[in-house]
Antibody, heavy 121, light 110 residues
């Protein structure tokens, strides 16, 4: 069965960076895009960007351009999301999610369990 | 600021039908072809319940239905049940090849 397992909670100071992992299993890793979606406490969902695990190409939301980097390791079927220059407003639950269909889709069908990132001095 | 606006809250009694609207407020959404809806219970990851405006993924109850008229998409929940109490988000693929979520709607079952 398809599983996306994310790394554990993180506490970071303002100005630092955080790197969250999302390990995929149960399907051919390189066939499906992975997205990152975040949710601040009590707030709505926010799409951050996507990565094509096949070639590593990425698309980022304009809001995060220059501050987010998504990478993948095909040997371990893991996708990473690194967010730099953290500020308190980045405190949120970060989810990875997989496309429903291979080779690019428009819908997030499988989700990780979420990783809480807290930014506090 | 989201390009998709939803009412903050909608409520209904068990057995009733409710409708949640999702209005396009930016031309980036580009005609709204790839619209989806997600259900999120507290402390859980979202779940896809509607795709392509009006189609349900396998396993999703037929009490959930989607539609679109002009620049407004809608999610209707019929035969409201206690377990439908959750947050609901619309989402769309945009002409800039990015994704955007709606502002979210809290559904309360009275």
């Amino acid at each position: 069965q398809v599983q996306l397992v994310q790394s554990g909670a993180e506490v970071k100071k303002p100005g630092a960076s955080v790197k969250v992992s999302c390990k995929a299993s149960g399907y051919t890793f390189t066939n499906y895009y992975i997205h990152w979606v975040r949710q601040a406490p009590g707030q709505g969902l926010e799409w951050m960007g996507e990565i094509n695990p096949s070639g590593g190409s990425t698309t980022y939301a304009q809001k995060f351009q220059g501050r987010v980097t998504m990478t993948r390791d095909t040997s371990t079927s893991t996708v990473y999301m690194e967010l730099s220059s953290l500020r308190s407003e980045d405190t949120a639950m970060y989810f990875c999610a997989r496309d429903r269909l291979p080779n690019g889709d428009y819908y997030f069908y499988y989700w990780g369990q979420g990783t809480l990132v807290t930014v506090s001095s | 600021q989201s390009a998709l606006t939803q009412p903050a809250s909608v409520s209904g009694s068990p057995g009733q039908s409710i409708t949640i609207s999702c209005s396009e407020t930016s031309s980036d959404v580009g005609g709204y072809k790839y619209v989806s809806w997600y259900q999120q219970h507290p402390g859980k990851a979202p779940k896809l319940i509607i795709l392509d405006v009006s189609n349900r993924p396998s396993g999703v109850s037929n009490r959930f239905s989607g539609s679109k008229s002009g620049s407004t998409a809608s999610l209707t929940i019929s035969g409201l049940q206690a377990d439908d109490e959750a947050d609901y988000y619309c989402s769309s693929y945009t002409i800039t090849r990015t994704h955007v979520f709606g502002t979210g709607t809290k559904v309360t079952v009275l």
